[in-house]
C-alpha cells in the first residue's frame, strides 16, 4: 500500500516541485527479474532498447532483441508498455489511482548495471521513479538550468547541471519529478527501476484530435462563407472580422457535443491488444458465473474513463460502450477495480445492465473472468 497522503501529495508536489517519498512502497517486491525482463524485450509488440555508455562513447540500440551482445560496458535495458502485458503490473498502478486514468501512459522497467544509467535528461512529462532491487543515486535540477545535447543518434540528454535533489533509493522509495525538471540517475548497486509516466496532449495533439474528428465524422464540416462581402481596392488585405469568423468555425468544432464524445474515445487510447475470447459470454452465463462467486477480472493495462457530462457511456481503449445511466455512478466505482465479486454490484439500480455491460467488454477482450 503506498505510504503517502494522496490529498497533501497532489496539493504541495504534484506539477509543481520533485520530491523523495522514502518507504513509499514498504515490503516492495519486484515484478519479475532482470532475465524476464529481458525476455519481454525480445517480444516484437514492445517497445525496448538498450542504452550504454562504452569506450567513452553513448550509444542507443533498439529493440526488439534475438540476443543481448549489445550489454557492454555500462548498459541499461528499457521496456515500455509493461503494465499492458504483465498481470502483477496492475497493483503497482492502482497505487497511483489518486490521478484520473485518463493522464496515465504506462510503465516502464528498466534494469541497469553498476554505474549504468541513461544520462542527464528532461521528461516532458510527470514521472514517478519507484526503485526495486539494487540502488540508484539520483540527481535532480531546477527547471530550465541546462540545454540540450544529443550525443548520439536516439539519445537527447542535456548538459551537466547543478542539482537541488541528490539523492540514493533503496527498494520501496519513490521519487517523483515533474514534467521540465532535468534529472540523472546513476546505478550503485545493479538495479531494477519501475518509471510509471504520465501524458498531458499538448496544442497540436489535441488540434490533431479535432482533425481526427472532422475527417470521419457523418456531417459534412462547416465552411467559411461571406455573402455579405463587400468590393474591396485593397484585395491583399484581411480584415480583423474574416479572422475572427475564420476562428469561430474552430471554435465551434471544438465546442461540438460530437468532437467532446469524439475526444473522451481517443483520450482512453492505450494501445491495447484485446485478449481472444473462445466464445462469446452471454449475460445469463455471467450472472450465473457471478452468483456463484466467481470474479470479472481487468486485463492488464486497461484503464477506462468516464465522464459525468457523459452518463450511460465508458471509454475504453478508444471505444464508447453504452449502458444504462441510472448505473453511472456504480460503475464508476466497478470500473476503478481490478477485480470485482457479486458483493461490489448490490448498489447498482440495475444490475442486469451491469452483467449485460461487463459481458460486452469480456467479449470484446477487455476484461475476463475466473
Not at 525476455?39 to 567513452?56: Q, T
Amino acid at each position: 500500500m503506498l505510504a503517502i497522503c494522496p490529498d497533501s501529495f497532489m496539493r504541495d508536489y504534484w506539477q509543481k516541485k520533485p520530491c523523495v517519498l522514502r518507504a513509499a512502497l514498504p515490503d516492495f517486491n519486484d515484478l519479475l527479474d532482470e532475465n524476464e525482463l529481458a525476455g519481454l524485450a525480445m517480444e516484437p509488440e514492445l517497445d525496448s532498447r538498450i542504452v550504454r555508455f562504452h569506450n567513452n562513447q553513448w550509444s542507443m540500440i533498439q529493440g526488439p532483441f534475438e540476443e543481448f551482445s549489445a550489454c557492454e560496458g555500462k548498459w541499461t535495458l528499457l521496456v515500455q508498455g509493461v503494465d499492458k502485458y504483465l498481470d502483477d503490473a496492475s497493483e503497482l498502478m492502482s497505487q497511483f489511482n489518486f490521478i484520473p486514468n485518463w493522464r496515465v501512459d504506462d510503465l516502464m522497467i528498466s534494469y541497469a548495471v553498476e554505474g549504468a544509467g541513461v544520462g542527464p535528461h528532461v521528461d516532458q512529462y510527470d514521472v514517478f521513479l519507484v526503485q526495486g532491487k539494487g540502488s540508484r543515486r539520483w540527481r535532480v535540477g531546477p527547471p530550465k538550468s541546462s540545454v540540450a545535447r544529443p550525443p548520439a543518434a536516439g539519445l537527447c540528454q542535456v548538459e551537466p547541471f547543478e542539482p537541488i535533489i541528490d539523492c540514493e533509493l533503496s527498494s520501496g522509495d519513490i521519487l517523483y519529478i515533474p514534467p521540465g525538471w532535468p534529472h540523472d540517475g546513476s546505478t550503485i548497486v545493479s538495479a531494477l527501476t519501475y518509471s510509471i509516466g504520465f501524458r498531458a496532449p499538448d496544442q497540436a495533439q489535441l488540434a490533431g484530435y479535432l482533425a481526427e474528428h472532422m475527417q470521419s465524422a457523418e456531417s459534412l464540416p462547416a465552411r467559411y462563407t461571406d455573402p455579405a462581402l463587400p468590393a474591396t481596392e485593397a484585395p491583399v488585405s484581411i480584415n480583423r472580422n474574416e479572422i475572427t469568423q475564420l476562428k469561430t468555425l474552430l471554435h465551434n468544432a471544438i465546442d461540438d457535443n460530437a468532437f467532446t464524445f469524439t475526444l473522451l474515445k481517443l483520450l482512453s487510447e492505450q494501445g491495447l491488444e484485446p485478449e481472444p475470447v473462445d466464445a462469446d459470454m452471454l449475460t445469463k452465463q455471467l450472472q450465473q458465473h457471478i452468483d456463484n462467486g466467481g470474479l470479472i477480472i481487468k486485463h492488464p493495462g486497461c484503464r477506462p474513463i468516464l465522464c459525468d457530462d457523459y452518463t450511460g457511456w465508458c471509454f475504453v481503449n478508444g471505444e464508447a460502450i453504452e449502458f444504462a445511466q441510472v448505473n453511472h455512478p456504480v460503475m464508476r466505482n466497478l470500473m476503478a477495480k481490478s477485480t470485482i465479486s457479486r458483493a461490489d454490484m448490490t448498489l447498482a439500480p440495475d444490475d442486469l445492465d451491469i452483467f449485460c455491460t461487463f459481458a460486452r467488454l469480456i467479449n470484446m477482450g477487455y476484461w475476463g473472468y475466473r
